[in-house]
């Protein structure tokens, strides 16, 4: 069936570092990936998203990376601040219209 | 709106009740979907809407569990029969059109079943 995974389910950064997070998605047929971050209480929030004929895509402070081959998506948060915090998640979008999301990634941020 | 909307934030009900939750999406939008989200997990998918109509309803669990949408903006989830494991965050969001956009979520309802 199909899923969406992430390899860790938490990751503490000291503030100004860099962060990555990663994800592994089944479905090679998935044409639309997106990165929510969600905070205690809320609504998952968009971040970021690509489509699966681009390999990379920037954002402020964010850049997501598609590797196709090993169907590997990663997130990653340049000069991570406090307000960072949070769980992330990637999601993937099937042909049929939904988005099948992974369990999430909690990110710290040490100060 | 500016947001997609929720209501109530928060409920509580007995085992065995019937509920209501609601989703008003952003203006315009017309496509909607709802979620559930338990403790630790990701969303999972329940039901899709493009309009008025359900064009993927196959993430509901059971029949005890019902949408709508009559209007094509607001929808209720409609719940029959609670119970406990139906414990979870609901969450709707919106898109402006279907499949190819990122999805802007509400901040959803907590529905504890006590």
């Known amino acids: 069936g199909e899923s969406v995974g992430l390899h860790l389910p938490t990751l503490s950064v000291q503030e100004g570092d860099n962060s990555i997070i990663n994800c592994a998605y089944s479905n090679s047929a998935s044409d639309y990936f997106i990165w929510y971050k969600q905070e205690s209480g809320k609504g998952p929030q968009f971040i970021i998203d690509i489509r699966s004929n681009m390999d990379k895509r920037q954002g402020q402070r964010v850049t997501v990376l598609l590797n196709k081959t090993v169907k590997h998506l990663s997130l990653q948060i340049a000069a991570t601040q406090p307000g960072d915090s949070a769980v992330y998640f990637c999601?993937?979008?099937?042909?049929?219209?939904?988005?099948?999301f992974g369990q999430g990634t909690e990110l710290s941020v040490k100060p | 709106g500016a947001g997609v909307s929720q209501t109530p934030s928060n409920k509580v009900t007995e085992k065995g009740k019937y509920v209501e939750l609601r989703c008003d999406p952003i203006s315009g939008h017309t496509a909607l979907y709802w979620y559930r989200q338990s403790l630790g997990q990701g969303p999972e998918f329940l039901i899709y809407?493009?309009?008025?109509?359900?064009?993927?309803d196959s993430g509901l669990p059971n029949d005890r569990f019902f949408a709508v949408r009559p209007e094509g903006s607001v929808s209720t989830l409609k719940i029959q029969r609670t119970e406990r494991g139906d414990s979870a965050v609901y969450l709707c969001?919106?898109?402006?059109?279907?499949?190819?956009?990122?999805?802007?979520f509400g901040s959803g309802t907590r529905l504890t079943v006590v």
């Open positions: 809407f493009q309009g008025t109509g359900a064009a993927d």
């Open positions: 999601a993937e979008k099937n042909q049929g219209g939904k988005l099948i």
């Open positions: 969001a919106s898109s402006l059109v279907d499949r190819s956009y990122g999805y802007t």
